[in-house]
């Protein structure tokens, strides 16, 4: 697999390529995760089937993936299925995204900042354009003294149960993660994004 490093639109991108791409995952990530998106892509692979060879800021992210980069993505690869994913913070985000572009066929929201209070009313209101969606926490995140983080758990549980009725159990997972918030978060994200490549590719 190739790793490709482009400025679109001013944005700094790297892209992981194979010969012939079969589904496009799209990753914001800050500056600190750079390190391990390689042990990542690795961790992605051996995981998928062998079968198969909120703020402003939000808004402006959410326009240049699918204005600007996933255009330049199917320009140079074709058009492919898209999983919009995300670790924390971002899988909140993958998980907002959804709600609000039709451009997505599946989320990987691992370890989802789902305990902001207004998350609930959103998600209600929202339908979710994709089709599959891959939920997961890790099995002590909600054991915290803080109170608004504490609601994690009770918040993703609901998610779940909401995901079941309104898109299908057939199209949503939850999966519980042994260790807090930081224990190998790019081993979570590999298996969700994973998840979803064989439910859409299988």
């Known amino acids: 697999m190739r790793q490709i490093r482009e400025i679109i639109s001013g944005k700094k991108c790297v892209i992981y390529a194979d010969e012939q791409p079969q589904v496009l995952l799209i990753q914001p990530v800050g500056e600190h995760e750079d390190a391990t998106l390689d042990a990542e892509i690795e961790a992605i692979d051996p995981n998928i089937s062998p079968r198969q060879s909120v703020g402003d800021h939000a808004f402006e992210t959410l326009d240049f993936i699918a204005e600007h980069l996933m255009p330049y993505i199917f320009e140079r690869y074709g058009k492919l299925p898209v999983v919009l994913g995300g670790y924390s913070l971002a899988g909140l985000f993958a998980r907002w995204a959804v709600c609000k572009e039709e451009c997505f066929d599946a989320v990987a929201s ?77 081993l979570r994200l590999a298996r969700a994004f994973a998840w979803c490549v064989n439910s859409l590719t299988n």
Do not use: M
Not at 132 to 160: C, F, H, M, P
Not at 171 to 182: A, D, I, N, P, Y
């Open 110 to 186: 691992a370890s989802p900042s789902l305990w902001i209070v207004a998350w609930k009313g959103f998600s209600d209101a929202h339908e979710v354009y994709a089709r599959y969606v891959y939920l997961s926490l890790g099995d002590r995140e909600e054991i915290t003294k803080n109170k608004a983080i504490a609601q994690v758990g009770t918040n993703v549980r609901w998610e779940y149960d909401h995901l079941q009725r309104t898109i299908g159990p057939d199209h949503c997972t939850l999966v519980w993660e042994k260790g807090g918030h930081f224990v190998t978060p790019h």
